[in-house]
């Protein structure tokens, strides 16, 4: 009698030996993180990389607060004439004073130094497109026609310059 029975096995069918290879989707999560190989290159100092990572992780805050939050209200809404909270206003208080004394003067004295004036590259925006867009050096270079080690120089001079903002 049991031999009429088919044995059942256990856990997933065996895969073809087929190569699929990755979505784009998956590959750009998979992309290394560049802050992290220019700190194993000897490219940025340790105290370079600790800057750039709180500028990624004062960015994410900013953000935040851009996108409307889905929160769970009551069935029936009560009347309220409080206006949307504005992105800055929805920061703590230890990110407001971060914003106000560090990131915005910062920020502000990285637009005006000019890496790259066709097209054009302020300092800001190569460090939010490598520390917040994790573009490598290379692709930069290659985007604005640079040498690979004017703009290293810049990220690391732009690095510095967050690191004396935030000592002072």
Do not use: C
């Amino acid at each position: 009698m049991t031999e009429l029975i088919p044995v059942r096995k256990r856990g997933r069918p065996k895969r073809a030996e087929e190569f699929v290879a990755p979505t784009p989707e998956t590959r750009a999560k998979l992309q290394r993180d560049q802050v992290s190989d220019l700190l194993k290159q000897g490219e940025l100092t340790p105290d370079q990389e600790r800057a750039a990572r709180k500028i990624h992780s004062f960015s994410l805050a900013l953000q935040r607060g851009m996108f409307p939050q889905s929160r769970i209200r009551p069935a029936a809404p009560t009347p309220s004439k409080e206006l949307p909270q504005a992105p800055l206003e929805r920061l703590d208080e230890h990110d407001d004073a971060h914003w106000s004394q560090v990131y915005r003067p910062w920020a502000g004295a990285m637009r005006m130094r000019i890496v790259s004036r066709q097209p054009p590259l302020s300092s800001f925006r190569l460090v939010d497109s490598i520390v917040n867009e994790n573009f490598s050096a290379d692709r930069i270079s290659a985007q604005y026609d640079l040498p690979k080690d004017r703009i290293l120089k810049s990220l690391r001079s732009a690095l510095d310059s967050y690191i004396s903002y935030k000592r002072e």
